[in-house]
C-alpha cells in the first residue's frame, strides 16, 4: 500500500478540525500533479497531515476512506477530492527543519516540490518520520 503526505494551512483546515470531523473531504486541490496523486490513492492507505505555511510540521496520520471522485467546489470539473479519516497523532509533530536535517529524507517530494500539496512517502521514509515523530509504523 502506498503511503502519502497531504498539506493544509491550520488555519483554513487543521489537524484539530479533521480530528472533529472524523472522516472529510480533502477538496481545494488545484494542481495537476497533486490531484493526480490524489487519483491514485487507494482505501486504507495512509497518509501524513502536514500543517503548512506558518508551523510546517507533520502532525498526524489520516486514512483514505473514500477514492477520488468530483470535487463540486471546481467550476471546470477538472479537479476532484478525497475523503481521509484521523487516525491519530504524531506523539511529537516532526518540523520541515527535522526532515530536512536528515540526509535519509533529502530525496522527499516533500522538499524538492515544495509547493506540491499533495505527494507520495516511500516505506522507508514513512518508518523515519514515524520513529521521528514518537509512533510506530
Request: proline residues 4%.
Amino acid at each position: 500500500m502506498a503511503k502519502w503526505l497531504v498539506k493544509s494551512e491550520p488555519g483554513a483546515w487543521s489537524w484539530d478540525d479533521h480530528v472533529k470531523a472524523g472522516v472529510a473531504e480533502w477538496d481545494g486541490v488545484r494542481n495537476h500533479q497533486a490531484c493526480n496523486n490524489m487519483k491514485a490513492m487507494k482505501v486504507g492507505e495512509q497518509a501524513f497531515f502536514y500543517h503548512s505555511v506558518t508551523e510546517k510540521q507533520i502532525v498526524g496520520i489520516l486514512e483514505v476512506a473514500r477514492t477520488y471522485y468530483p470535487d463540486p467546489t471546481d467550476a471546470s470539473g477538472r479537479f476532484g477530492m478525497v475523503d481521509f479519516k484521523a487516525l491519530r497523532p504524531l506523539e511529537t509533530p516532526v518540523s520541515l527543519a527535522d526532515i530536512k536535517g536528515d540526509g535519509r529524507l533529502d530525496h522527499l517530494a516533500l522538499i524538492r516540490q515544495s509547493r506540491l500539496s499533495v505527494v507520495p512517502i516511500d516505506a522507508k521514509a514513512w518508518r523515519v518520520i514515524c520513529a521521528l515523530g514518537g509512533i510506530k509504523a
